[in-house]
């Protein structure tokens, strides 16, 4: 392991192998595995998990925006990526790097479908996302008439994929919910293939969903924050592995007097002797104000160290009375030890804010040194 000097983000690629190799156990050996590697690879570094996971044999890779796949194709990288959220502006970088868009409505349809007859594509693959209850993005079951109707008027898309993205499946309180959300997305399938033809590539779940609903995974899913190490469920704790740890040092012990008070707005005040240590991160790298006044814990030598009055910019301090540490020991996070999962919770968030809210100028650092 490293021996760290300020603030890190440790990436184990180790851990995303060991949990792409559990997910994929979790479905048929046909089943494609796209990663979701959208938000710089939840936080992480997007090129370097893309870059494992292709050395792995994923099969297709999903981002958000036509930016982050660009970056991507940049660095090297060259199996199929989905752009799950493009945007009218794209098109065209979407077709010069080769990346397939999922669309959602009648104007992105219309306005991808003349992109690619103005670059004289034929049978550009493109995925069409459907609407089943998230009511966030995607065609509604009535719309397959029109996009009959669009794509036929020329040879220009074929359609690889249909998805759909389910709204609760980490929710077993919501089954119903999730299966109705399953129910229409068959239906949906057997329409546009009856319509359409048949389609390489039916994908409706996530993370969660391979988890809880395996029955529902058609040709290909979609899997983020699990390759992550985070199943959103302790159930699956013991099969997962943190890939990111949060990991800083003690900058400077101080010892406060009874009645002193620590940090802006004198927010904490020592009820007796105190000794607390002020650590190298804040606001500004991702652990904002919410985590401080006691709320969160961090680890130093194995002890849980609540977070003390307000958390800075750039800093915040800990209450490290009766442990046992000095200036420079390490101090994690979350990662190793503590999950993000618990980390989050502290706040009231979950894994995937605190993840991808970890700035840039917190340096990635990797586990094993040659990683590939
Ligand atoms: C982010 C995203 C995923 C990945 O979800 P996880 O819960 O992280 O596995 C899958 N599909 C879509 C459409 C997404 O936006």
């Not at 670059?119 to 550009?124: L, S, T």
């Not at 994908?203 to 809880?212: K, Q, V």
Request: overall charge negative.
């Amino acid at each position: 392991m490293p021996d760290i000097h300020e603030t890190v983000l440790e990436i184990d690629l180790g851990a995303l192998e060991h949990n792409y190799r559990f997910l994929r156990s979790r479905i048929k050996p046909s089943t494609k595995f796209m990663a979701v590697v959208k938000a710089s690879g939840y936080g992480s570094d997007a090129l370097a998990i893309a870059n494992k996971l292709v050395s792995l044999g994923i099969d297709a890779l999903a981002v958000a925006y036509a930016s982050e796949g660009i970056a991507l194709r940049e660095g090297g990288i060259r199996c199929p990526i989905l752009v799950l959220h493009p945007q009218v502006g794209n098109f065209d970088e979407i077709i010069a790097y080769e990346m397939e868009p999922s669309l959602y409505s009648a104007r992105i349809l219309k306005g991808f479908h003349q992109a690619a007859r103005k670059a004289a594509q034929e049978g550009y693959p493109v995925h069409l996302k459907f609407n089943t209850g998230l009511n966030r993005l995607g065609f509604w079951e009535t719309d397959v008439r029109f996009i009959k109707e669009e794509i036929d008027a020329s040879g220009a898309l074929k359609i690889k994929g249909i998805l759909s993205h389910l709204g609760a499946s980490e929710d077993l309180d919501e089954k119903e919910f999730t299966q109705r959300q399953i129910a229409l997305f068959s239906k949906i399938v057997e329409e546009v293939e009856r319509s359409l033809g048949p389609i390489p590539l039916k994908h409706l779940l996530n993370t969660s969903g391979i988890l809880n609903y395996p029955e529902a995974q058609w040709d290909m899913v979609r899997s983020g924050i699990g390759v992550y190490g985070y199943g959103n469920d302790p159930r699956f704790d013991p099969e997962l592995r943190p890939v990111v740890s949060l990991k800083t040092v003690i900058s400077q012990l101080h010892r406060i007097e009874p009645g002193e008070t620590v940090g802006y707005n004198r927010a904490y005040r020592a009820d007796g002797h105190r000794t607390t240590a002020t650590l190298p991160l804040g606001h500004a790298d991702g652990i904002g104000r919410q985590y401080g006044q006691g709320k969160a814990s961090v680890l130093v030598q194995g002890n849980q160290a609540p977070i003390i009055g307000n958390v800075c910019m750039d800093m915040l301090m800990i209450d490290v009375t009766g442990i046992d540490c000095k200036e420079g020991d390490e101090v994690i996070l979350f990662g190793e030890g503590q999950s993000a999962d618990q980390f989050a919770s502290y706040a009231g968030t979950i894994s995937y804010e605190l993840l991808t809210g970890i700035a840039t100028r917190v340096k990635r650092i990797y586990k094993d040194p040659n990683p590939l």
